[in-house]
């Protein structure tokens, strides 16, 4: 049993390190895309035996729902730049050093590589051993098991990873919602959207797995919501499951996307922080603390910081793949 | 009979190690598209076993997850790889308002 369990960790390594590497090297963008769905799977099963099933419940959402399509929406809008671009038409707007396209530009000048490959081994290396003498001077400690395990009573809920990540460092949550806000922001500031690039795909197989899959994603969704209080699962694991049932039906439908009025949009995507923060302020008043619950309250006040956040993060997951300010507010 | 389960987990985290060969080599990109989605079904599999063999029924939703959003890039895929453009549709700096035209398959 053991020996199999290692065994299995061995060849999963090598998977990924192996994956990781033919993705990095692939000169095919395509191909590198394909490489890195596959290597968001093998990661995934990487958690599960680092027994950290909620991360892995997380890099699931993520990495098999929506970065894949991410990315292979960006390659195909990278395509249809570069064909407008080499077909000579005029391209507007012109480029700017500092737009968008700089980054095109740079994708096209072909890499200096052997004045780089040097100090790019230098570095690798120097970082490398500053990492292993890093963990080789690891202090035995138990980290914080025990001290979370003594305080679970007073946190409102049962399962320990939400007990941390909403009430003992509920800091680090809040500005991870902000962090994610900040992202869209930065994406909105870029402009409007272009329209996703989408063939048609005639049949009834795209319309019939919308039908059946979108409403079973959002009952999931509301499942591994509900399930953070007790077992893996939460607001980030919820609101990216939530979110890729959003982008399906970006997906199925990109030419007539009705567009969501911003005014409500704006107030979903900056629920969970704007909650998350009230709630804080609240604790700061009250005495407890900034993000400090009483603890009567400290369940219900953690599922409606979480219902929020899923909110939050599954309409700003789809904003982002959208990309770019609702078309018909330019303010 | 967890060594059972180990032992298949192994054997499916395997086959994932050797149809990367189909996405290595190719050639169309449909096949290493199909070569990834098979993973997917794999991973699900693997996911099942594993949850039986450790005993952690959470992977069961990691499972589920999986089983339900690898069809998001499958679906990305067709959108990008079908069947070629009309010449008439716009794909670049168009916005929503200023678009008319409609696909066949969205009229239900």
Do not use: K
Request: aromatic share 6%; hydrophobic share 55%.
């Amino acid at each position: 049993m053991n020996g199999l369990l290692v065994l299995f960790d061995l060849v999963l390594l090598a998977g990924i390190v192996g994956v990781a590497w033919r993705c990095l090297a692939s000169t095919d963008l395509f191909r590198a895309v394909v490489l890195f769905i596959t290597f968001g799977l093998l990661l995934a099963l990487a958690w599960v035996r680092l027994e950290a099933p909620d991360i892995a419940l997380a890099e699931a959402a993520i990495g098999a729902g929506i970065t894949g399509a991410l990315l292979l929406v960006t390659l195909e809008r990278l395509r249809s730049i570069m064909a407008e671009r080499r077909s000579g038409r005029p391209h507007s707007p012109p480029p700017d050093p500092t737009g968008p396209h700089a980054l095109l530009r740079a994708l096209h000048d072909p890499l200096p590589e052997h004045r780089t490959f040097l100090p790019a081994l230098t570095f690798a290396l120097v970082v490398g051993g500053l990492l292993v003498t890093a963990l080789w001077h690891q202090p035995q400690s138990v980290g914080l098991e025990p001290v979370v395990d003594a305080h679970m009573d007073v946190s409102g809920v049962d399962h320990p990873i939400t007990a941390v990540l909403l009430n003992f460092r509920a800091y680090d949550t809040f500005l991870e919602l902000a962090i994610v806000l900040i992202a869209l922001l930065g994406a909105w500031s870029l402009g409007r959207h272009d329209l996703i690039p989408a063939r048609p795909a005639p049949g009834p197989i795209l319309p019939g797995t919308l039908r059946l899959l979108v409403p079973v994603a959002v009952v999931t969704g509301v499942y591994v919501l509900w399930a953070g209080s007790h077992a893996p699962g939460g607001a980030f694991q919820a609101g990216a499951i939530l979110g890729a049932a959003g982008i399906l039906l970006v997906l199925a439908r990109p030419r007539q996307l009705p567009m969501a009025p911003g005014g409500p949009l704006r107030l979903g995507i900056s629920a969970g922080v704007a909650l998350f923060l009230l709630v804080g302020l609240y604790g700061l008043a009250a005495g407890h603390g900034f993000l400090g619950y009483a603890e009567a309250w400290a369940y219900p006040l953690i599922i409606l910081i979480e219902v929020a956040a899923t909110l939050s993060i599954a309409l700003t997951l789809v904003a982002l793949f959208v990309a770019g300010r609702p078309a018909g507010d330019d303010a | 009979m967890s060594v059972f389960y180990l032992a298949a987990a192994l054997f499916l985290l395997g086959t994932i190690l050797l149809g990367l060969i189909r996405v290595l080599r190719g050639p169309g990109s449909g096949d290493r598209m199909l070569a990834a989605q098979l993973f997917g079904t794999t991973g699900v599999t693997i996911l099942l076993l594993l949850s039986l063999a450790l005993e952690e029924s959470a992977l069961v939703d990691v499972a589920l997850v999986f089983a339900l959003l690898a069809v998001v890039a499958a679906v990305a895929f067709v959108r990008q790889h079908g069947l070629p453009e009309p010449p008439d549709t716009p794909t670049h700096r168009q916005h929503p308002e200023s678009t008319e035209s409609r696909e066949p398959n969205d009229d239900r």
